[in-house]
């Protein structure tokens, strides 16, 4: 336990999992409150070369999905990086970086997908 206790207590991981955890609920609140308007359909793939037959249709699990993955990510960014921090502290912190850079990307595709709509 006391490589839990130093990892807990080194300022630059709580940092980049502070901004990992408000990623996280920003990804899940905008796919929860995308299902409110439950009118409207959903967009699951763009491809812009195929022109008007670009557009596939999607149902309400494919907007969860985004959620149940920012959960998903969070879980093992976590675990995957209390494990490795006692061996290398530079490769926990990989992890995280490399978390908040798929957040970032996971939030502009939910962005973009549900903007289309």
Known sequence: ??????????????????????????????????????????????????????YEAGGIKDVLAFAVFAVILYIFQIYSSTKIYHIRKHISLMILLLTLIIYIFALLTINALLGLR
Do not use: C, Q, W
């Open 1 to 54: 336990m006391p490589h839990l206790k130093a990892y807990f207590h080194d300022r630059f991981i709580l940092l980049v999992l502070s901004i990992n955890t408000f990623l996280a609920g920003a990804l899940v609140l905008t796919a929860l409150l995308a299902l409110n308007d439950s009118t409207a359909g959903y967009i699951r793939e763009y491809r812009s070369n195929l022109g008007l037959d670009g």
